[in-house]
């Protein structure tokens, strides 16, 4: 009876491989292994004309094997505003071996208004891949998309109209210009937080005009973000980084950047001069 038992599990043993090398031939086969997609890695981005000489570079992402390099063929069209551009079909590939190939976009470095492009995948020369999939649930149809749109807006405007916040509190709002320096990317401004920040924060009307912060606003190389300094260390000590006259350098970590889409530019600033430890959240709208 013993020896009947130990064969039936044997059996059922030998039974149960047998059906998990089965599944594995059908999910996980080289065949299999093949197959797979290709996408951009979102339906669509905004960021900021770049300068001329810059390369602006798309990525494409292959999910599968990829052990002889992937051939795809893509269009580009302009599909809003004006850009002397080349556009129509052109050929693309992600390497032997890798997952990612980039696709460099010609740019209008003179379109002073900005532009919108739309790529889109057409085919690849390789079976079994296809172009872009929808989640599981098809709920999100873009969410690994096949085409791209991407908006290139114009560098920031003269003229802004800003407000100052205080923890979601609006303490001031104010008017500012962003003047150009010699340097590329690189905008001078008469006050960072506004010129009645320290009077409407403390309900003092004398302190109008006084300690206003002026600064320098930088574009960063991404063409999203921006980075801010504080130029006022007239009557700062140089030697103390404490000084009630300046900021701490830099903006503090948190979202500075360009929504390409709107111009609309935020940051968020640090403070000396008063007591207790707050943070300024500052948001420039263009003007027309």
Known sequence: MKNKLNYILLLLLSLSIVSCVDTY??????????????QFERPSDGVLLPYEGEISSIQVILESLNQNGTTFNYTLEVVEGDANIETGNFQGEVLEGQRIGLIEVPVDFD???????QLSITDVE?????????NGDNSNPDHTPGTYTLTYAPFPQNTYAA????????????EIDLVAT???REFNMNSMWGPDFVASI???????GQFVYPGTLTVEDDNRSVSLVSSDTSQAD????DSPLRFPGTTVDGVHQINAETGVIT???GQNLFGGDFEIDVVLTPMD
């Open 202 to 208: 403390t309900g003092d009307a004398s302190f109008s």
């Open 163 to 174: 407000v100052a916040s205080v923890d979601g509190g609006e303490i001031t709002q104010f």
């Open 238 to 241: 140089p030697d103390d980084d």
């Open 267 to 269: 940051y968020t600033l």
């Open 182 to 184: 010699a340097n590329p």
């Open 25 to 38: 031939d059908d999910d996980f086969s080289e065949r299999n292994l093949q197959n797979g997609w290709i």
């Open 126 to 134: 390789r079976d079994g891949i296809a172009i872009g999939v929808a």
């Open 111 to 117: 379109a002073e208004d900005g532009y919108v492009i």
